[in-house]
C-alpha cells in the first residue's frame, strides 16, 4: 500500500515535471523565432548603415554630385534654369488657355 502511495505521487511528480518541460519547450522555440527575428533585423540595419556609408563617404555618391554640380558652368545653368522656367509659364498659359476655350465651349 506504501508502495503503491509512493508509485502515484512519483507518477503526479513526473507528470507536473513534463508540463513544466512542456512548458520550457514552447517558451524555447518562441526565444528561437524571436532571435532569428532579431538576427534578420540586425542584418538589415547593418545593411542601411552601408549604403549610408557609400552615400557619404568621401568618394561617394553625395560627393560625386557635388563634384559634379561645382564643375557646371554658372551661366549654362542660369540659361538652363530660365529656359525650363520659361517652357513651364508658357505650358500653364496654354493650359489656361485651353480649360478657358473648353468653359466657354461648355457655356454655349
Known amino acids: 500500500m506504501i508502495d503503491d502511495n509512493r508509485l502515484m ?8 515535471v513534463e508540463k513544466k518541460m512542456d512548458m520550457i519547450d514552447s517558451k524555447l522555440d518562441a526565444i528561437a523565432v524571436q532571435s532569428s527575428q532579431i538576427s534578420d533585423l540586425q542584418s538589415q540595419f547593418r545593411a542601411v548603415w552601408r549604403k549610408m556609408d557609400q552615400i557619404c563617404a568621401p568618394d561617394g555618391i553625395i560627393a560625386t554630385i557635388q563634384s559634379h554640380q561645382s564643375s557646371c558652368p554658372r551661366g549654362q545653368m542660369k540659361f538652363l534654369w530660365t529656359f525650363t522656367i520659361g517652357i ?12 478657358h476655350y473648353v468653359m466657354e465651349a461648355s457655356k454655349q
Open 9 to 16: 505521487g512519483l507518477e503526479r511528480q513526473v507528470q507536473r
Open 88 to 99: 513651364a509659364s508658357a505650358l500653364g498659359a496654354t493650359w489656361v488657355a485651353v480649360l
